[in-house]
């Protein structure tokens, strides 16, 4: 059984192009979490989706970031314009249901030069 | 609003030595517990969760933690480290409210083992 699956995992950006990051839940899991993850710090919630529906995005950026996690295919989370600050890991987690434990991808190293 | 404190940044353990690392969280009721554990360029492993119920809960790779409801503390613990458990410790959060399944996560524990 698979896990949940990001790619890519590294990716590299200029200032001002777009990241699109992509996330595969573990099979039969229909709820996705996306964390980001500054070097030396914890992982920071950012958004939590089921299929077609953004559930909480409390700790999404107002600008520039956005989810999605369609009916096919898998979770993606957009930046718009990157920005140094942008830089940092991103991780997407899965879950069968909202109260089971989540299951984490290896992440996404993005850098912006 | 939940949140999680790991105070100690670093912890470094001779192999063969026991090994507690703490974790004390702040959530109005009852919450689900969790330790992760993250090496280097590597996703997040769980390593045990508390829900409900028996408040010392066994993990994987021979850890162990403890609730304390009185104390707001989930500490890990293992009697007996292995090199390979060298890595970084994350104890989180997660609310039991509909709507609110978010983790909280705590700024994570860095062990180091030395022969």
């Known amino acids: 059984n698979a896990g949940v699956m990001q790619n890519p995992r590294h990716l590299v950006r200029r200032r001002g192009q777009e990241a699109r990051l992509r996330c595969s839940p573990m099979k039969g899991h229909s709820h996705v979490y996306w964390y980001r993850q500054l070097p030396e710090e914890g992982l920071k919630f950012m958004v939590y989706l089921q299929k077609e529906n953004i559930i909480d995005e409390s700790g999404m950026p107002k600008e520039r970031f956005s989810a999605e996690f369609p009916k096919e295919g898998p979770s993606i989370l957009r930046i718009q314009q990157v920005v140094r600050g942008d830089s940092a890991a991103y991780f997407c987690?899965?879950?069968?249901?909202?109260?089971?434990?989540?299951?984490f991808g290896d992440g996404t190293r993005l850098s912006i030069l | 609003a939940q949140s999680v404190t790991q105070p100690d940044i670093h912890i470094t353990v001779s192999e063969g030595a026991s090994l507690e690392l703490r974790c004390n969280y702040s959530y109005g009721a009852t919450p689900y517990l969790f330790w992760y554990v993250q090496s280097p360029g590597q996703g997040l492993q769980l390593l045990l969760k508390y829900f409900s119920g028996d408040t010392l809960v066994q993990g994987i790779k021979g850890f162990e933690a403890e609730f304390k409801r009185s104390q707001s503390s989930f500490n890990l613990r293992k009697p007996s480290v292995h090199w390979s458990d060298a890595a970084e410790y994350f104890c989180a959060v997660g609310a039991q409210d509909f709507g609110n399944e978010k983790l909280t996560f705590g700024t994570g524990t860095r062990l180091t083992i030395i022969p």
């Open positions: 987690a899965s879950s069968p249901s909202g109260f089971q434990p989540q299951h």
